[in-house]
């Protein structure tokens, strides 16, 4: 066991404010990267894990659903991807002693990145009614408590299982199973929080809702559109697809409230010019566009289109392709002649040159894709917005072409897999069928709960016992402080996780603790060493095989947990071989093969050196597994944000050093940030307007129609060039900002990127 590292910068008292970088990665980056893996994991272990990161034989990046390329240099990795892996092999355990030291209420003071700092868990702990205290229990005295609540409920739908997106495709495939076996449909996962709304906008117009390109299409694109992402933290090893396809000639928009580093400039530490030359220049135009604005942009963009197409007829659609394969397209042309010019401008903050010139370039670009992520997926009116992107598309038949195509960039490694593997609480008919078929039961067609019905089923006491494979639901989802009095009021809680987290301090009356093994470690079953599979943000599904030792010997896999849980409490119930499932992870996919399209022979073309990419209509044949067999052209109405005077619109969004509601360090580097997290970023002319100054330290208010307050106090303000009448703060911190009743039309995603806000001077400051 190694020392822990110090976690005496816990507060924000430290906190230091600089300029905003203008370039992203490059050697700081590996720098940063590499130290406190080595100074944590030892040289050895270090280099073991960062050698076998993204390797064909090695094992999958947890940080993000970047995809890998073809051909991969000998270090594929981010300094983000570093910090992931370190914070989970890092061998500092949570001492045995901790559990007696520690009491709940204790652990509810503490901060996630306290949290976080004390190490992996080792051993299951439960903490039983009455006391405030975990206490070590076995492995099977903790599943035959769990199977006792479940097998006393009233009904299955009493019971909810939430998935992060870090679990892989076996255990999330055994886990479902599991579920639906028990009785329900209460299957709400993270995507529900992060790109729902891509599914529900592409399921509809192109009836599929994932990504219609393939890695290469990057470097075959003329123009890359990257909305509402911010790759240079999240998505680093994007930048070098960006720098690859730049170099061959491709051009790069990018839109954003926010001047992020990485959409400016890029120096490849991989590249010597990197490291020492100023880096590749990576937007050719810049939209600062104002929050929830973009919905305004597409559309004013297509009326353009539309118009060079009126003005020279046959030159700028492409009539075959909508003639062939779209509908729709005439009620689509008439409402887009209407969008009225002013409102767009109003709505995005954008002069009329910059939206002509966003136009111009996609009229003369032959090959075009469009990425985005949570800065489009989390505001009301998001799938619309996704909806608009795709009729941007459609008009010049930019979908099932080379070089071209709809991009959503997922975040959580393996969110899509979970999602392929039936982890959702609508799967279709054909998917339940299927599992019917294959294991001789009849699977509930009930839609189950997702993550925030859940929690309103917490509330009003109609779910009592709430189960998370992964995760941090309490941190990562709206209104705090509804949601946490909704997980206190269960019954019993049960995480399975690999450290803790505030989840863990936040539990129903009964709760327990599953360790499990990260995927950085060697994972051994009967059979012999096992090893995992995940499917990327393009479709692209290969292994993950564990490289060290596992911290703890006693930690069990989640693939063991789910079949450990489902024999405690289905027994024989249903005719499934769950042992069958932990000793060799073969029968898992052997199964997969049978129910999930696209999976014939898992178990051996996983195996090949690249694994295997999905078969995915409109990208491979243009065809669309719509109602219509057609691509949707929509119509969708503005109806931009309000924001009154005095107010402010609020983005909630993630730091350079954190993951998720994880945080490795209190700084946030490319946006001048150091040891503090209590900011609200602010143009300056706002701040003027609003009569505060740089460095005041204020209280932050949502307007929202109930009578809730809710508040983020003794906020320092910083002076930040983001769209005027656009504030930002962090994540998770900020979601106590967020209404529960504040949700995406038609996909239920929390509006994390659009509160509107009141700041004032803080009542009591306790600070200097
Ligand atoms: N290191 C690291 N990597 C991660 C994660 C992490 O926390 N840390 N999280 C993972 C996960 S689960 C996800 S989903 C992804 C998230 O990846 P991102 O979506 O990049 O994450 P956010 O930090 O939420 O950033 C949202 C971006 O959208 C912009 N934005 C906000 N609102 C709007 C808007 O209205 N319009 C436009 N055009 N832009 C807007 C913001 O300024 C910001 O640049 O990253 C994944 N990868
Ligand atoms: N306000 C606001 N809220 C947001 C967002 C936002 O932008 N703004 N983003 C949303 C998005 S995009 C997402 S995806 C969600 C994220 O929501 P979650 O996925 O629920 O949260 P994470 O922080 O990723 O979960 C981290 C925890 O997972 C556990 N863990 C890590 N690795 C493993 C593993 O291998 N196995 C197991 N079993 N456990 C593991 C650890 O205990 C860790 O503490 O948050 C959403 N919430
Ligand atoms: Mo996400």
Same mark, same amino acid.
């Given at each position: 066991?190694?020392?822990?590292?110090?976690?005496? $910068?816990?507060?924000?008292?430290?906190?230091?404010?600089?300029?905003?970088?203008?370039?992203?990665?490059?050697?700081?980056?590996?720098?940063?990267?590499?130290?406190?893996?080595?100074?944590?994991?030892?040289?050895?272990?270090?280099?073991?894990?960062?050698?076998?990161?993204?390797?064909?034989?090695?094992?999958?990046?947890?940080?993000?659903?970047?995809?890998?390329?073809?051909?991969?240099?000998?270090?594929?990795?981010?300094?983000?991807?570093?910090?992931?892996?370190?914070?989970?092999?890092?061998?500092?355990?949570?001492?045995?002693?901790?559990?007696?030291?520690?009491?709940?209420? &204790?652990?509810?003071?503490?901060?996630?990145?306290?949290?976080?700092?004390?190490?992996?868990? @080792?051993?299951?702990?439960?903490?039983?009614?009455?006391?405030?205290?975990?206490?070590?229990?076995?492995?099977?005295?903790?599943?035959?408590?769990?199977?006792?609540?479940?097998?006393?409920?009233?009904?299955?739908?009493?019971?909810?299982? +939430? @998935? /992060?997106?870090?679990?892989?495709?076996?255990?999330?495939?055994?886990?479902?199973? #599991?579920?639906?076996?028990?009785?329900?449909?209460?299957?709400?996962?993270?995507?529900?929080?992060?790109?729902?709304?891509?599914?529900?906008a592409m399921n509809e117009v192109v009836g599929v809702g994932?990504?219609?390109?393939? +890695?290469?299409?990057?470097?075959?694109?003329?123009?890359?559109?990257?909305?509402?992402?911010?790759?240079?933290?999240?998505?680093?090893?994007?930048?070098?697809?960006?720098?690859?396809?730049?170099?061959n000639g491709a051009a790069i928009v990018a839109v954003n409230?926010?001047?992020?580093?990485?959409?400016?400039?890029?120096?490849?530490?991989?590249?010597?010019?990197?490291?020492?030359?100023?880096?590749?220049?990576?937007?050719?135009?810049?939209?600062?566009?104002?929050?929830?604005? $973009?919905?305004?942009?597409?559309?004013?963009?297509?009326?353009?289109?539309?118009?060079?197409?009126?003005?020279?007829?046959?030159?700028?659609?492409?009539?075959?392709?909508?003639?062939?394969?779209?509908?729709?397209?005439?009620?689509?042309?008439?409402?887009?002649?209407?969008?009225?010019?002013?409102?767009?401008?109003?709505?995005?903050?954008?002069?009329?040159?910059?939206?002509?010139? =966003?136009?111009?370039?996609?009229?003369?670009?032959?090959?075009?894709?469009?990425?985005?992520?949570?800065?489009?997926?989390?505001?009301?009116?998001?799938?619309?917005?996704?909806?608009?992107?795709?009729? =941007?598309?459609?008009?010049?038949?930019?979908?099932?072409?080379?070089?071209?195509?709809?991009?959503?960039?997922?975040?959580?490694?393996?969110?899509?897999?979970?999602?392929?593997?039936?982890?959702?609480?609508?799967?279709?008919?054909?998917?339940?069928?299927?599992?019917?078929?294959?294991?001789?039961?009849?699977?509930?067609?009930?839609?189950?709960?997702?993550?925030?019905?859940?929690?309103?089923?917490?509330?009003?006491?109609?779910?009592? #016992?709430?189960?998370?494979?992964?995760?941090?639901?309490?941190?990562?989802?709206?209104?705090?402080?509804?949601?946490?009095?909704?997980?206190?009021?269960?019954?019993? @809680?049960?995480?399975?996780?690999?450290?803790? *987290?505030?989840?863990?301090?936040?539990?129903?009356?009964?709760?327990?603790?599953?360790?499990?093994?990260?995927?950085?470690?060697?994972?051994?079953?009967?059979?012999?060493?096992?090893?995992?599979?995940?499917?990327?943000?393009?479709?692209?599904?290969?292994?993950?095989?564990?490289?060290?030792?596992?911290?703890?010997?006693?930690?069990?896999?989640?693939?063991?947990?789910?079949?450990?849980?489902?024999?405690?409490?289905?027994?024989?119930?249903?005719?499934?071989?769950?042992? /069958?499932?932990?000793?060799?992870?073969?029968?898992?996919?052997?199964?997969?093969?049978?129910?999930?399209?696209?999976?014939?022979?898992?178990?051996?073309?996983?195996?090949?050196?690249?694994? #295997?990419?999905?078969?995915?209509?409109?990208?491979?044949?243009?065809? #669309?597994?719509?109602?219509?067999?057609?691509?949707?052209?929509?119509?969708?109405?503005?109806?931009?944000?309000?924001?009154?005077?005095?107010?402010?619109?609020?983005?909630?969004?993630?730091?350079?050093?954190?993951?998720?509601?994880?945080?490795?360090?209190?700084?946030?580097?490319?946006?001048?940030?150091?040891?503090?997290?209590?900011?609200?970023?602010?143009?300056?002319? &706002?701040?003027?307007?609003?009569?505060?100054?740089?460095?005041?330290?204020? $209280?932050v208010f949502t307007e929202w129609t109930d009578d809730v307050?809710?508040?983020?106090? &003794?906020?320092?303000?910083?002076?930040?060039?983001?769209?005027?009448?656009?504030?930002?703060?962090?994540?998770?911190?900020?979601?106590?900002?967020?209404?529960?009743?504040?949700?995406?039309?038609?996909? *239920?995603?929390?509006?994390?990127?659009?509160?509107?806000?009141?700041?004032?001077?803080?009542?009591?400051?306790?600070?200097?």
């Amino acid at each position: 066991m190694t020392e822990k590292p110090p976690v005496d $910068d816990v507060t924000d008292d430290r906190l230091e404010v600089g300029p905003p970088r203008e370039w992203a990665a490059g050697v700081p980056g590996v720098l940063h990267s590499m130290e406190p893996a080595i100074k944590q994991l030892g040289l050895t272990r270090t280099i073991k894990l960062m050698t076998s990161l993204n390797q064909k034989d090695g094992f999958d990046c947890m940080s993000c659903a970047w995809p890998d390329p073809d051909h991969r240099k000998v270090a594929e990795f981010c300094e983000n991807g570093a910090k992931a892996v370190t914070w989970e092999a890092n061998p500092v355990l949570v001492p045995d002693s901790f559990w007696a030291e520690h009491s709940i209420d &204790d652990l509810l003071g503490k901060s996630e990145y306290w949290l976080g700092m004390q190490g992996r868990i @080792t051993k299951p702990v439960h903490k039983p009614v009455g006391s405030d205290h975990y206490e070590e229990v076995s492995w099977a005295q903790a599943f035959e408590i769990i199977a006792a609540k479940l097998t006393s409920l009233r009904s299955p739908d009493e019971a909810s299982f +939430y @998935t /992060s997106g870090r679990t892989s495709n076996e255990a999330a495939f055994a886990y479902q199973l #599991f579920v639906r076996a028990f009785g329900t449909n209460n299957l709400p996962d993270c995507s529900n929080m992060c790109h729902e709304s891509t599914g529900t906008a592409m399921n509809e117009v192109v009836g599929v809702g994932k990504s219609t390109i393939a +890695y290469d299409d990057f470097e075959k694109a003329d123009l890359i559109i990257v909305m509402g992402q911010n790759p240079g933290t999240n998505h680093p090893r994007m930048l070098t697809a960006l720098e690859d396809a730049k170099r061959n000639g491709a051009a790069i928009v990018a839109v954003n409230p926010l001047p992020e580093a990485g959409l400016r400039r890029y120096k490849n530490p991989q590249r010597a010019k990197g490291i020492i030359g100023k880096g590749t220049e990576i937007a050719d135009q810049f939209l600062q566009i104002r929050l929830g604005g $973009d919905m305004a942009l597409l559309q004013a963009v297509s009326k353009r289109v539309l118009a060079a197409e009126a003005a020279a007829p046959g030159t700028v659609l492409d009539r075959a392709f909508i003639d062939e394969y779209c509908e729709g397209f005439e009620a689509f042309a008439e409402h887009a002649a209407e969008v009225d010019d002013d409102e767009v401008l109003l709505a995005t903050g954008l002069s009329l040159a910059e939206i002509d010139e =966003l136009a111009d370039r996609y009229i003369h670009s032959d090959r075009v894709i469009i990425t985005w992520a949570m800065g489009i997926t989390q505001h009301r009116k998001a799938v619309e917005t996704i909806k608009e992107i795709l009729n =941007l598309l459609l008009l010049r038949g930019n979908i099932g072409k080379p070089g071209a195509g709809a991009s959503p960039i997922r975040g959580h490694s393996n969110v899509q897999g979970d999602r392929t593997m039936g982890i959702w609480e609508q799967m279709s008919d054909t998917f339940l069928d299927a599992i019917r078929d294959e294991f001789h039961f009849e699977p509930p067609r009930k839609h189950g709960v997702d993550a925030l019905k859940g929690i309103k089923a917490m509330q009003s006491g109609d779910i009592r #016992f709430w189960m998370g494979m992964g995760g941090n639901l309490v941190a990562a989802i709206s209104d705090t402080q509804l949601a946490e009095k909704a997980m206190r009021g269960t019954e019993m @809680t049960v995480q399975v996780s690999t450290k803790l *987290n505030r989840s863990h301090a936040v539990v129903g009356a009964e709760a327990l603790i599953l360790p499990t093994l990260g995927r950085t470690e060697i994972d051994i079953q009967k059979s012999g060493p096992q090893f995992v599979s995940v499917e990327d943000t393009v479709c692209s599904v290969h292994g993950s095989h564990g490289q060290v030792p596992p911290v703890a010997p006693e930690l069990l896999s989640e693939v063991a947990i789910v079949a450990r849980l489902a024999l405690a409490t289905l027994g024989d119930r249903v005719p499934v071989d769950w042992q /069958s499932f932990e000793d060799d992870y073969d029968s898992v996919r052997d199964h997969i093969s049978r129910v999930v399209p696209g999976f014939e022979r898992y178990s051996e073309r996983v195996r090949s050196r690249d694994g #295997f990419v999905l078969p995915n209509g409109p990208r491979d044949s243009r065809t #669309f597994p719509t109602t219509s067999g057609r691509a949707v052209l929509t119509v969708n109405d503005l109806e931009p944000v309000e924001r009154p005077e005095g107010r402010l619109l609020l983005q909630t969004l993630r730091s350079h050093d954190q993951y998720n509601t994880t945080i490795y360090s209190l700084n946030d580097r490319y946006r001048g940030i150091k040891k503090g997290r209590e900011v609200v970023f602010i143009n300056p002319d &706002d701040l003027v307007e609003l009569g505060l100054v740089d460095g005041q330290r204020v $209280d932050v208010f949502t307007e929202w129609t109930d009578d809730v307050e809710r508040v983020l106090r &003794d906020y320092r303000v910083v002076a930040y060039p983001t769209a005027r009448g656009c504030a930002a703060a962090y994540f998770p911190e900020a979601n106590v900002l967020v209404p529960l009743d504040s949700a995406a039309i038609g996909s *239920n995603t929390p509006v994390s990127k659009a509160v509107l806000v009141r700041v004032v001077p803080a009542a009591v400051s306790t600070r200097v």
